[in-house]
Every structure is written in C-alpha cells, then in structure tokens.
C-alpha cells in the first residue's frame, strides 16, 4: 500500500489549483474545466482505493503520515504541534463523500459558472485541500486550522459567483465560523494548558489528548472546553439559535458551491461532534446528553415548521437541511451504538440527497430564473428527466423504505428510543424520540406539496420552451441516485465501515 | 583601545551606519539635484552592509560599550536586525516616491538613516540617559520627516500634531526618569534592577513607572496615546507612515521590554494596566477601523490595534508572553511592510488612496491583489499566514498563565472578529466589487518594489508553515530579558 498517501490526497489539489491559477496554464474555460473534472475523478478514485485497504475492525489510525520540517518529530515542535494525517472509521467516509461530491459539484458547473474559469476551479480545489485535511487531521491545531482555510475558499465563492444578496451572505457565513471556531481555539488552547500542567509536555495530539489523559481536569474548566467545542460544531451543523447564516449562504450560493456546502460542510459538524465532544469527553457527553437531544429535537420540529413556511425553493431545501441535521444530534444524544450509527449513516445520507436536491433546483433556477413555487409548475411534462430524480431523492428524503434516508432514521429513532442518556432528567428518550417522530408527516408535507407545486399541474405558457437536464446533469444525478438506492436496499454496506470504531467509542461511556 | 573593541564586540551596526550618515552628509551638499539618487544606492549599501555586520555580532553572549549604557544581548540583536531590515524596505519604498521632495532627496535619506541609528541605540540601551538621547535622535527625525510634504497641508499638520503630543510625552518620560534617579540614585539599568531586587521602591516606584511606560506607550501608539497616529500616517509621506508603523514601534517596544524588569514588586499591578491598556488599545484601533475610507488611515487604526496585541505579550511578564510578542513583532513586520509597500505601489502609479480606488483591482491586476490580501490576511490572522501563528502563540502564551489571565484571552479573542470586517472590506473591494468599471489601471513591472513586495507576501505564506526556527528565536531572545518573574515556567 505504500501507493497510498494521505499527503497527496490531501495536498494534489492545493497543487493542482495552483496549477490551474498559474499563467501558464492555458486561459481557455474549456481545457480548465475538463482537466480540473479530470483531476476530480482520479482524486474520486484515489480515494476509494483508501476504502479498499481500509480495515474497519483496526479502531485506531491508518495510512498514518507525519511531515515534519526542521525538527526529528515535530512540526512546530515548541508547542508539540505535528503536521499528521490519518483515517480511522468516522473520517474514511467522510473523505470518500467529499471527493464524490467535489466531482459532481464539477461535472455541474459547466452550465452554471460562466465567469473567471481559472479562479472558481482553483478555489474548488482549495476547498477540497481544507475539507480532506480537516477531516483527516490527527493533530487539533491542524484541524483548527484547516477549518479556518476553509473559510477563504468559500468567502470568495459565494461573493464572485452568487447570487442576490451574495455580500451580505458571504460577510455572515464566514463570522458566523470564525465566531464559532475561536471558542473552538479558547477550548483547544485550555486544553493543552492543562496536558501541560500535569504531564509538562505541550501536545495537540489527538490520540494523546484523548486516550492517554490521566489527569483530571476541573469540572468547570472541563465543561467550558465542553461547551466551547460544541459552540463552534454547532454553528457549523446548525444547531437552531445559531443557524441563521445557513438559509442566506445556501441560497445566494451558486448551485455547485450549494452543493458542497449542504453535502459536505455541513457534516463537519458532526464529524467535531463525534470525534471531539463524544471521544474526547466521554463523562462530559453524558452530562449534556441532555443538550444534544433536546437541541436536536428542537432543531427537527423547529426547521420543518420554517419550511413548510417558505415560498422558496432553495430555502425550503435549506430549512429542510437544519431539520435532517436534527436527526444527527438526536442520534449522537442517544450515546449507544446504533444511535451513534445512525447519526453517522445520516451524514452520509443527507449528504447525498441534498446535493441532489439542491443541484435540481439548481437546474430549474438556470432554466426557469425563478425559484418562487407559485411562479412554476406542471414542469414534470417538459422535464421528465429531472421529474422522476427528484421523485426519487424526495422520497429519500422524507423516509420512504428502502431508500437511504429511511435507513439512516430508523437507525437513530431505534437508538434514541432505545437509550437511557436521559435516566435522572425531567424528560424521557421516548418521550422526545416521539416528539422527533412527528416531523417525519411535516416532512412528508413539504416535500410532497413541493413536487406537486413545481412538476405537477398545469403549466405556465412560458415555461413550455424550457429543456430537460443535460447530460453532465443526468450523470451528476444518476451518480447520486445510485448510492442513495443501493444502500437503501443495503445499508449495512456502509455501517460495517465505522461499527467497530463506534463500538469501541461507546465502550468508553457504557452507561 | 578599549573603546574600539566594544564599538566592535557590540556595536558594529551603529558605527557602520554612523559612517553611512557621515558619508550622506557629505555627498548631501556635494551632489546636484540630477543626481542626488546616488544618495539613496549609499544608504541602501550602508544598511545592507549594517545588516550583514550584525551576524558578526556574538549573540549567545552580553557585550557592553559606552560604560555599561548599551548592552548587546540576543534580544537587542534580534530587535536591531528587525529595524535594520523594516529601514532597509522603507528605503527601497522611496525609490519611485522620492521625486516628490524634488532637491532635498539626499536629507531625507539622511534622516530616515539618523532616525534608525536612533532605533538601534534605543534597542541596546542599557542607561535612562542613553534610552532619553536614543529615542530624541528617533522622534525629532520623525517629525521632521512626518512634515516632509513642505507644501503639504495635512504633511504640516502631521508634523505639528507628532511634535506636540511627543514633546509632551518625552517630558512625561523624563520626568518618570527623574523620580527614578531620584528613589535610586543610578542612572544604569543594570544597577537599578539590582538595587530594586534587594530594597522596596515604595509607592513613588508605581507613580514612575507609569509615567515612564507612558512615553514608551506613545511611541507604540496604544490607546490612550493612539490618537496622532491616523493624522500622521494619513499627512505624511508614505515612506515615512511605513517607518513609524513599523520601525519605531520596534524601538519603542524593545525599549519597553527593558524597562519591565523595573516592575519588581509591582507585578500585578503593572500587569493587570498593561493588559487594559492592550485590550483597550485592540478594541479602540479595531472599532475606529470599522468604517475608515482611506486605506492610509485604515492602516493606522490596524496598526493600532496590532500594538494591542504585541501589549498582550508584555502584560503576561513571563518568558513565554514575551516570546510570543517578539514572534508578533516579526509577523507584524513583514505583513505591514507588505501592505504599505502595496499602498505606496498603488500611489505611486494612481496618486489615489480611498478603499473604493481599488475596486476591481485584482482583474487588472491579480499578483498586486493576491500579494496585498495575503499580507491583509495575515493580519487579520488567518491560516496559513505567518500573522496566524503569532497570534496563535501569543494566545498560547496567555492561556499558559493560567485560568487568572483568561479574560485576556477572551477579549482578545472576540476582537479578532471585529478585526476581520475591515481586512476583509479592503479584499473584497479589490476582488469582488466594481469588476466592470476598472478605476485603477496598475502596471506591475519587475522592479525592485514590486519584487520586494512579492517576496514578502512570499515569506508570509513561508514562514506560516516554516515556523519552528523563528519560534526558537524568540524563545531565546525572551530568555535574554530581565523579567520580574516570580512563577516558575516551563519553557523547553
């Protein structure tokens, strides 16, 4: 295996954008846009050869990869910061869900970007570099710190290429973070001042932070480094008070930046979650086991009201994304196995259906400038293609059997009904997994009036001329449509992935 | 012969550049109009050649001259070479500026050398006497090269707004210096940190302290002294802006860092007003910034609030709060040089100064805008920049003083959000606004400004990820300093 680094996956299209972005590469929208799809899919590739040789029941790191400058074992070796890579079962899908969608969120752009070719595909590119790193990172300097680079990609594409109010958008997505992501820092930070004072070495390590903490640290400082984590996921994911800057950064967000932005991004908030408020605090996750579902609930009801409200398209998707991420948290507050799972397995789903849904409007917006319902309709006799896609990535989304997101809810309304993390609180796990189970008739209403509105019933004169999708738009969604169907019917083929790493979170917390 | 062998052992650059200002002068009164450039080719030579002198110096061992009134430690020597350096850009600055001063080129050189022989003396002194001598050689400089702009309103009112504020704050200093004198009897740094080690100040020492720092507080421009800084920056010439954003502040603080080792039963108190007066001088440079126009006063404010951060370092009076200043300081050096280089290409070709002057810029010319939004990056503390890891060690280094300090923490923290409106204001006005009406055409040719812009901008990406020696500098460095330090640190 000795083919396969992390360090070029993570690293070959930093350098490919700065390929793209020099002048000596041809200025022709063409040739920059084949080979930067081009690079997309062998990237695509590369990283699911990482899937082949990955072995789920090994709960450590793999493919470990360590750069180190002027020092033997070190990057920044004063503070003990090292430059390491590693997969292990929470973030070998999640690469493999970033590189997938990168490729589509490229093969969709041809139509939708029609300005500065060089600079959007180089910023994509740069974004893939944060995204993998971020989620690869062993080091929680190195995860702070590509969570910040990824800011400057997607400032930049939301305020070139959007739409609307793109300046307001971009300017609130990135306080918003970087609001989030110093009390991410403050955390970090105590942290490693309280390694420091009771082993006396300054580390970031993740493994060292995690399993070899000894010591114990004061309750107060522990739940404030708790709480400072969660902040910044929470913005992140959303968590509801917090989620205000999703709606204007999905909407006025070009359609592949939408893309990435609900399919991946989002899910960086519940990788943190897991990988530090669960792993890192497995005495204080049980304290605000409470938290999480409560939030989570509020989050499900809350969104699929806001909704059931709107008049747009892209904010109905977007209001529906906050919703499904509700579930993820519902699913990490139930603290056993299956819960857990099932949290994981709706990262994946919701990555996927909602790129898909977002790319559809996408194309009804190209083709109709419009995204108002009242304003469509009856579009499913001149689009039948697009029609029968979002039938099916509908249905995904609001639970129809066999497809992936019935999976991935069923799993977590097992696990939260199922667990006892709120033994000794005012309010039962069955009693909220019930609340939580309400949202799946709202969610049936909005979608199932959305396709109704848009495809169904008669049709404007105007939109007679309108074309159906495109080519590269009927790749882009039959590539998603495939995962979403084949691990529907077979879900276990990806929870086999990260079980025993999730078994082996949860031992640590057994309740 | 002994006073030969210091001037060797410890203090080549100055007696280097000495002989450059002798020299300058000369030539000064020698050379016609026409060809009064070779001025500026000597300058530079001397300065290079300086720089180069100061690896000669020993810098794992303390040399003195002068009787003890300059000592040359691994701080001093890092501090020299950074003013050093900061003149040499600040020259390199002038090159297409200079025609503006028409037949006084040669004294503006001339006084841009005096005022960094200024600076070095100040970052060696080791005597209250010698501290007041080098930093009068400084500020009188400076103001006469803040008013360069003869014909120039606001160059006149920058000049006589910097002359009163720093007479009045020179006096402020001094008469801290006489107190100090008064309470020890000593003029040597050495012997005072001695004798107030063994006897108690009294109260009189906090009053003396407080005046004494204050002088030092205007030459950084923290908050309640800040408010020549935009005025000046906006009316001077912007080589001179440059040199008082970044040299002088260097001085001031390596000055600063002298006189902390004085705070020895004060501790807590010199402490807590320290990082007040940093978190104040943030809070007001940031929120002043928020709704500026003119990038000139942009960068005041900024730099304002960047001394704020630098404070932070010194508030903590440990090993590791200073070493995180001095690794701010050199962040702070290449990233602001870098913008004021951009400000000074751009005035040069446009004459114009407004934020909305370049709108667009980066598709009339991409190098210009990527080169000047990273050094804005930087300074707003985004990865991977050399401006985000010195924020980061310097937050490190608060928070390893212990949950007393967190407050600092906090505040400074939330301040770099604030900070981020206005770095990311400029960048967006270059990158996003106004892409079908290009205001500005900006040609961007190989010369020597333009290359040494682009290097910096190259050394801020750098050393964001080579960052591991310029960490052991400062770490060493710091470890040079007297410091009242009573906690026991680990610094490896």
């Known amino acids: 295996m000795e083919f396969l680094s992390l360090n070029i996956l993570i690293f070959a299209p930093l350098i490919v954008a700065g390929i793209i972005l020099s002048p000596l590469f041809p200025n022709d929208k063409i040739i920059v846009r084949r080979f930067a799809k081009g690079f997309s899919g062998i990237l695509f590739i590369y990283s699911i050869l990482f899937l082949l040789f990955f072995d789920p029941y090994n709960t450590d790191y793999q493919f470990k990869e360590n750069i180190k400058f002027f020092s033997d074992t070190n990057w920044i070796e004063p503070l003990g910061i090292s430059l390491g890579f590693g997969l292990d079962g929470i973030s070998i899908m999640l690469v493999v869900l970033a590189t997938f969608l990168v490729m589509l969120a490229l093969i969709v752009s041809k139509k939708s970007i029609t300005t500065k070719h060089k600079l959007y595909y180089s910023l994509i590119l740069a974004l893939t570099t944060a995204i993998l790193g971020m989620v690869t990172a062993r080091d929680l300097f190195l995860f702070f710190l590509f969570w910040e680079l990824e800011l400057i990609p997607m400032y930049f594409l939301i305020l070139i290429w959007g739409t609307g109010k793109k300046e307001y958008s971009a300017m609130k997505f990135v306080l918003y973070t970087f609001f989030g992501s110093l009390f991410m820092l403050g955390s970090i930070l105590l942290l490693n001042y309280f390694h420091v004072l009771n082993t006396g070495i300054s580390t970031f390590s993740i493994e060292a932070l995690t399993y070899s903490r000894h010591y114990e640290i004061p309750f107060l400082f522990e739940s404030l480094i708790f709480l400072g984590f969660f902040i910044a996921f929470a913005v992140k994911l959303p968590i509801v008070p917090l989620h205000t800057w999703l709606p204007n950064a999905h909407v006025d967000a070009p359609t592949p930046v939408s893309m990435l932005l609900a399919g991946i991004l989002l899910k960086m908030g519940g990788y943190g979650l897991i990988r530090f408020n669960i792993q890192m605090f497995p005495e204080m996750i049980k304290v605000f086991a409470p938290m999480l579902i409560i939030s989570g609930v509020i989050n499900i009801i809350y969104a699929a009201l806001v909704a059931l409200a709107q008049k747009d398209l892209k904010l109905l998707i977007a209001y529906s994304s906050v919703s499904h991420m509700g579930f993820v948290l519902l699913g990490l507050g139930a603290l056993n196995s299956i819960g857990i799972t099932g949290a994981m397995f709706q990262m994946i789903a919701h990555g996927l259906i909602s790129a898909g849904l977002f790319l559809i409007v996408g194309v009804i917006y190209f083709r109709t400038k419009t995204r108002v319902f009242s304003h469509l309709g009856g579009l499913g006799q001149v689009m039948p293609k697009a029609f029968y896609f979002t039938i099916l990535l509908a249905f995904a989304s609001l639970g129809l059997p066999l497809l992936i997101g019935f999976a991935a809810e069923v799993m977590i309304f097992y696990g939260a009904f199922t667990s006892n993390s709120l033994d000794g609180f005012v309010l039962s796990n069955q009693l909220m997994t019930a609340l939580a189970a309400i949202s799946i008739v709202i969610t049936a209403a909005y979608l199932l009036w959305v396709l109704q509105k848009v495809f169904m019933g008669n049709m404007f004169e105007k939109w007679q001329k309108v074309q159906d999708i495109t080519p590269h738009e009927t790749i882009a969604l039959t590539f998603l449509s495939i995962p979403i169907v084949l691990f529907g019917l077979y879900p276990e083929g990806v929870t086999s992935l990260f079980l025993p790493f999730v078994d082996s979170l949860v031992s640590y917390f057994t309740l | ?492």
């Open chain 2, 1 to 492: 012969m002994d006073f030969l062998l210091d001037i060797k052992t410890a203090m080549l650059p100055e007696a280097i550049l000495s002989l450059t200002i002798l020299m300058c002068t000369v030539l000064c009164f020698m050379l016609k109009q026409q060809i009064q450039k070779v001025i500026y080719i000597i300058s530079l030579l001397g300065l290079v050649i300086s720089l180069f002198s100061i690896s000669l110096l020993a810098a794992n061992k303390v040399f003195t001259a002068f009787y003890n009134s300059f000592s040359s430690d691994f701080f001093s020597v890092l501090m020299r070479f950074l003013i050093l350096a900061g003149t040499l850009l600040v020259i390199v600055m002038t090159k297409d500026y200079s025609f503006t001063f028409k037949n006084r080129q040669g004294e503006f050189y001339l006084l841009i050398l005096i005022a960094a022989l200024g600076a070095l003396l100040l970052a060696g002194s080791n005597d209250l006497i010698m501290i007041f001598i080098a930093l009068e050689t400084l500020s009188l400089c400076s103001y006469a090269l803040s008013g360069f702009l003869k014909k120039d309103k606001s160059s006149n009112e920058a000049a006589l707004k910097y002359l009163i504020f720093g007479g009045a704050a020179s006096a402020l200093m001094l008469y801290g210096f006489s107190f100090l004198y008064g309470i020890t009897g000593l003029t040597n740094l050495t012997e005072i940190f001695s004798y107030l080690a063994n006897n108690s100040g009294g109260t009189m020492l906090n009053l003396t302290l407080f005046t004494v720092i204050s002088g030092f507080l205007f030459k950084v421009a923290a908050f309640p002294f800040h408010s020549w800084a935009p005025d000046v920056y906006e009316g001077a010439p912007v080589p001179v802006a440059a040199f008082l954003s970044t040299v002088s502040k260097i001085a001031g603080f390596a000055a600063l860092v002298k006189l902390m080792g004085l705070a020895f039963n004060n501790i807590e108190i010199i402490s807590i007003t320290l990082g007040l007066i940093a978190l104040l001088s943030i809070t007001a440079g940031n929120f002043m910034a928020l709704n500026q126009m003119n990038i000139k006063r942009l960068m005041a404010y900024s730099s304002i609030s960047q001394t704020g951060f630098v404070l932070i370092g010194f508030a903590l009076l440990s090993y590791m709060g200073i070493s995180g200043a001095v690794f701010y300081l050199i962040s702070y050096l290449i990233a602001n040089l870098g913008a004021w280089l951009a400000i000074i290409i751009f005035n040069d070709q446009t004459s114009k100064n407004l934020i909305s002057d370049l709108n667009g810029i980066a598709y009339n010319n991409p190098y210009f805008a990527t080169c000047f939004g990273l050094c804005l990056l930087s300074l707003a503390g985004i990865p991977v920049t050399i401006g985000f890891m010195a924020k980061f060690y310097l937050f490190h280094a608060i928070v390893q003083m212990g949950p007393a300090y967190l407050w600092l923490l906090i505040f400074a923290l939330l301040n770099t959000i604030l900070s981020l409106f206005y770095y990311l204001k400029v960048i967006k006005a270059m990158f996003v606004c106004g892409q079908e009406s290009i205001n500005s055409k900006l040609v961007f040719n190989g010369g020597v400004l333009n290359t040494s812009f682009i290097a910096l901008a190259v050394l801020v990406v750098i050393l964001g990820i080579l960052v591991t020696p310029f960490i052991n500098i400062a770490r060493y460095s710091a470890l040079s300093v007297k410091l009242p330090i009573k906690q026991i640190e680990i610094f490896k």
